[in-house]
């Protein structure tokens, strides 16, 4: 789970655009659809969308070309509390493999190191609302931790909306599947109550028979928000390979939010352990988004509206 020092750390940081690689944004949805009902989420609806396989561009520049941001120089993860040593985010973690996909890469390195180097990558835009199906490759070593979460995008937040907001879906390389003495094996799902901190999770171990690092599956977070008036509020929905698997009892979130992705090491053996004894990557092919965006920043309520309703959407799965 990433550490409020972490939450706290990472708003600061993107709301500097020195700390992130991106290029100007040449993003055009070409569609003709005013809005999107996503038929397989019960007929949710949301006005953007933004889809992008990755193991087809051919270079870094297109991914920055689609208005993804690389993190560079700031924490991307939690403190190991223990010791103080912390994960700091550096670009040329980030690689584009082509026919694989955006590659988030946790170099080998000295484990009594005060940082480790590691990987983070942002959606291009803020949400309030979304349903997410992102298609990933994760690794068995021991040693990192692989996160695809939603985080709180306005650190000027006053209560009661807060700033610790986050929606997780988590991995450790050393319990994909098997428990060890803190944590539980498989996939760990982790809501954050925006003002307090307090966590409500659950996990769920993978299917029999299926390694998820030895090839790519789908991993789905869906949001619907009480901020937002497109859709009916519900608890956060988790998914892999397109089934449903257990979700934390409470806490969804409330505040227009980052999608992110993170790869990260912090040599704490309560929760990541490590650095890995070897190069290791976690591995982004696709990303399918239906989304809305806030409003108004200032406030979390409200979403970014135009002529687009229920009645002039396309109907989309997912």
Known sequence: MVGIAHLLTTLLCLSSLSATNALPQKRVDNSTCCGYVVTNRGDAFFNYKHIIDFSTLTSMDKVYEAGWEVSHGWQAGGENTLTGQKPIANENNVELIRGQGLRLKI???????????????TFPDVMLGAVLELTVQVTKEPGSCMGMFTLHADSGMERPFGWQDEQDIEILGSTIFTRNEFQPAGMQMVNYEPSTGAKWYANQPFPAGIDPSTGFHTYSIAWFPTTSTSNTPRLTEYRFDGQTINRPGGYPS???????????????????????????YMTIKK??????????????TGILRGSCTRERACRVTV
């Open 254 to 280: 409330i505040n227009p939010s980052n999608l992110l992705f993170n790869h990260w090491t912090n040599a704490d053996g309560r929760w990541s352990g490590g650095p890995p004894a070897k190069e290791v």
């Open 287 to 300: 990303v399918v988004a239906y989304y809305d965006k806030p409003a108004r920043m200032a406030t979390g």
């Open 107 to 121: 170099p080998r390195q000295d484990k009594n190191a005060r940082t480790f180097s590691v990987a983070e990558v």
